[in-house]
């Protein structure tokens, strides 16, 4: 962790002069994170919750007594985190149910936020959870009320949590106690400097990062919740919003880590912001070209790179039913674009029964569409808005790909063609033998 977060700094134990009673650490100069009048006392928290975050969901290992006298800023502009003498343990089962737990909120889905509290130690084994379930649904709804699960003012559901317990099998695990202890000293201390504060806002683009990296079959499958949730439809919002979140935890990285980050934030603050290379010369000639050229964002470098293979397979169905949903006149509209003039002859030579292969778009591959053109317009750095009136411009799409074009062809066109193909052979076996 120390590589990961070089503006955290903790003070070197003395093992000869320690015992069970008492810990003899190094003096480090600073004043109390909460008194500083310093203008960087706002990132010092954010790289704090990130510190946390990542001792809760990723080592384990937790500082459980972060009161305002354990946390200083330092002369040099760090976060000295003192006094580890409370500390408690996590096991994989509970930092990946927090996780799990995250995602399920997210998406409302109290039905298995229930069943998560019961791995996480929240509910005992062989509880009857049906009279739980409405009353942890009222409490979750109540702080997901006016904006989502990242206002969520976190005391007050805990708060909430806890008088649950006067009425039902439910209580707060001991390491909860002190994870809800620590959050609201960290919330507290940034309050006071910015009224606004949310935790859980603050804590997502971690969140996002773990989702998107961690190979751990477990998270990958929460991942995959936290996008399609429990419909199994994707939603291009989500994944905008979870995407948003990522490059917020890069640029915290980077921030947070100052000229000497190293290890694995490190290779995560090199992604973005590098313009995408020119464009294959036979689109260059056929479609006009925006003035600027297209920078490739944090997020789309890190679904052409080897650590977003994962993310990137899973949304691929995704584009191959875009693709496979352009209706015949969209073909024509694409190959207009191009410089062929009159395509319509050509689409009309197709034998009818092959032409019917070419399917009537619906509602449902409007809604694809459209998805899909949100998610372009957002990794080639546009805006995430629908069409007017619903309509689809198959041609924007288009051009707004070309500048990414040459990522894009080797990283995904072939798996792109090989499920189309597929896709399509189908329903030609379908409508020509069925």
Same mark, same amino acid.
């Given at each position: 962790?120390?590589?990961?977060?070089?503006?955290?700094?903790?003070?070197?134990?003395?093992?000869?002069?320690?015992?069970?009673?008492? @810990? &003899?650490?190094?003096?480090?100069?600073?004043?109390?994170?909460?008194?500083?009048?310093?203008?960087?006392?706002?990132?010092?928290?954010?790289?704090?919750?990130?510190?946390?975050?990542?001792?809760?969901?990723?080592?384990?290992?937790?500082?459980?007594?972060?009161?305002?006298?354990?946390?200083?800023?330092?002369?040099? /502009?760090?976060?000295?985190?003192?006094?580890?003498?409370? $500390?408690?343990? =996590?096991?994989?089962?509970?930092?990946?149910?927090?996780?799990? #737990?995250?995602?399920?909120?997210?998406?409302?889905?109290?039905?298995?936020?229930?069943?998560?509290?019961?791995?996480? /130690?929240?509910? !005992?084994?062989?509880? *009857?959870?049906?009279?739980?379930?409405?009353? @942890?649904?009222?409490?979750?709804?109540?702080?997901?009320?006016?904006?989502?699960?990242?206002?969520?003012?976190?005391? +007050?559901?805990?708060?909430?949590? #806890?008088?649950?317990?006067?009425?039902?099998?439910?209580?707060? !695990?001991?390491?909860?106690?002190?994870?809800?202890?620590?959050? /609201?000293?960290?919330?507290?201390?940034?309050?006071?400097?910015?009224?606004?504060?949310?935790?859980?806002?603050?804590?997502?683009?971690?969140?996002?990062?773990?989702?998107?990296?961690?190979?751990?079959?477990?998270?990958?499958?929460?991942? %995959?919740?936290?996008?399609?949730?429990?419909?199994?439809?994707?939603?291009?919002?989500?994944?905008?919003?979870?995407?948003?979140?990522?490059?917020?935890?890069?640029?915290?990285?980077?921030?947070?880590?100052?000229?000497?980050?190293?290890? *694995?934030?490190?290779?995560?603050? +090199?992604?973005?912001?590098?313009?995408? &290379?020119?464009?294959?010369?036979?689109?260059?000639? #056929?479609?006009?070209?925006?003035?600027?050229?297209?920078?490739?964002?944090?997020?789309?470098?890190?679904?052409?790179?080897?650590?977003?293979?994962?993310?990137?397979?899973?949304?691929?169905?995704?584009?191959?039913?875009?693709?496979?949903?352009?209706?015949?006149?969209? @073909?024509?509209?694409?190959?207009?674009?191009?410089?062929?003039?009159?395509?319509? !002859?050509?689409?009309?030579?197709?034998?009818?029964?092959? %032409?019917?292969? =070419?399917?009537?778009?619906?509602?449902?591959?409007?809604?694809?569409?459209?998805?899909?053109?949100? $998610? $372009?317009?957002?990794?080639?750095?546009?805006?995430?808005?629908?069409?007017?009136?619903?309509?689809? *411009?198959?041609?924007?799409?288009?051009?707004?790909?070309?500048?990414?074009?040459?990522?894009?062809?080797?990283?995904?066109?072939?798996?792109?063609?090989?499920?189309?193909?597929? %896709?399509?052979?189908? %329903?030609?076996?379908?409508? &020509?033998?069925?």
């Amino acid at each position: 962790m120390k590589e990961d977060l070089p503006q955290v700094v903790v003070p070197k134990t003395y093992h000869k002069y320690t015992s069970r009673k008492v @810990l &003899t650490t190094q003096w480090i100069e600073g004043e109390k994170l909460s008194q500083s009048t310093e203008d960087d006392v706002g990132s010092l928290v954010s790289v704090g919750v990130i510190c946390y975050l990542k001792q809760l969901l990723d080592t384990g290992f937790f500082h459980a007594d972060p009161h305002p006298g354990n946390m200083i800023r330092t002369p040099d /502009g760090k976060l000295a985190i003192l006094d580890f003498g409370l $500390v408690t343990k =996590l096991t994989d089962d509970q930092k990946y149910g927090m996780i799990e #737990a995250i995602a399920h909120l997210i998406h409302r889905d109290y039905d298995a936020i229930v069943k998560d509290f019961v791995k996480l /130690g929240f509910i !005992p084994e062989g509880v *009857n959870l049906d009279p739980i379930l409405p009353v @942890l649904a009222k409490v979750f709804d109540q702080a997901l009320e006016g904006g989502g699960a990242k206002n969520i003012n976190f005391q +007050e559901l805990a708060a909430d949590l #806890a008088q649950i317990t006067f009425d039902y099998p439910f209580r707060i !695990p001991p390491y909860f106690a002190l994870i809800i202890r620590a959050i /609201g000293v960290l919330e507290g201390i940034a309050l006071v400097g910015d009224p606004e504060f949310a935790i859980v806002d603050e804590a997502y683009p971690y969140i996002a990062q773990r989702l998107l990296t961690d190979e751990s079959p477990r998270l990958r499958s929460a991942l %995959r919740y936290t996008i399609y949730g429990k419909t199994g439809v994707f939603d291009a919002e989500r994944f905008i919003d979870v995407m948003q979140a990522f490059e917020n935890f890069i640029r915290a990285a980077k921030s947070g880590g100052g000229e000497n980050l190293k290890g *694995n934030m490190a290779e995560l603050a +090199e992604l973005g912001g590098q313009p995408s &290379t020119s464009l294959v010369p036979v689109f260059a000639m #056929a479609v006009a070209q925006p003035e600027q050229p297209v920078k490739a964002r944090a997020a789309l470098a890190f679904l052409l790179s080897e650590r977003g293979n994962f993310f990137r397979e899973f949304i691929l169905d995704e584009i191959v039913k875009a693709i496979d949903a352009i209706s015949r006149e969209q @073909l024509i509209q694409i190959a207009a674009s191009f410089g062929i003039g009159n395509a319509a !002859p050509v689409f009309s030579m197709v034998p009818v029964r092959a %032409r019917a292969l =070419l399917p009537t778009i619906t509602e449902e591959d409007r809604v694809i569409l459209n998805n899909v053109e949100k $998610v $372009v317009k957002f990794l080639t750095s546009g805006t995430a808005t629908p069409t007017v009136g619903g309509d689809v *411009n198959v041609v924007s799409v288009v051009q707004e790909l070309l500048p990414v074009l040459p990522g894009i062809s080797s990283k995904i066109l072939p798996d792109v063609l090989s499920r189309l193909s597929s %896709r399509v052979f189908a %329903r030609i076996i379908r409508e &020509t033998f069925l």
